[in-house]
């Protein structure tokens, strides 16, 4: 089986949009998928940042206006309502953090404002304290055809498949080689990269063509 064909395969198996699961409009509202982006940042299953962010549409906190007026103690009881206890205190300080710096712009101000994409990613950064590139990165794979500005920034899983699968680039495999957008493709390399990380070559549904398999 060609390279391609297996992640086709695959993507039709992993690929997910997660605005779409939750009916967000990343142009109209780009901070809530920011806010859970930032949730699945934290070295949590995904399954608990899933289920957190959707604590915060029960409670309508999906702004940063929403998320001053409920004030710390409130965040972090909405965290941990959602299974969020490991990083219940830390997310909440961010999430401040976050929403102050965001209360005389949004965050398609900054993307117009933004000189280009490092720049864009820069200013992304200095939004809060423990926003980095792991953030960031999950944040940009779905706002990709969204905003102008935005491009490919992989995480250390999307990094870790593509390496063991020889993929060089991986925006331009994405763009020579696969069909469709590119939140799914790049969703479906975590995915790949999570099975990398346990040794889980037996399950990997692209093990055959993988350079790295231990089988």
Known sequence: MELEEAIRKAIEKYGVRYSEIFHIDLKREPFKWFLLSVLFGARISKNIALRTYKMFEVYNVTSSDRILEEGWDSLVAILDSGGYTRYDFKTADKLLNLAKNLKNRSLNDIHGEAKNFEDLVSDL???????????????MREMVGVWEKARPYPTHLAKLAAKNLG???????????IDGGYAKFESTLVEIGKLCRKRKCSQCPVRDVCKARNF
């Open 125 to 139: 950064k200095s939004l809060a304290r423990g926003i980095g590139d792991t953030t960031v990165g999950i944040f």
């Open 167 to 177: 993929i060089e680039d991986i925006e331009s495999f994405w763009k020579e080689k």
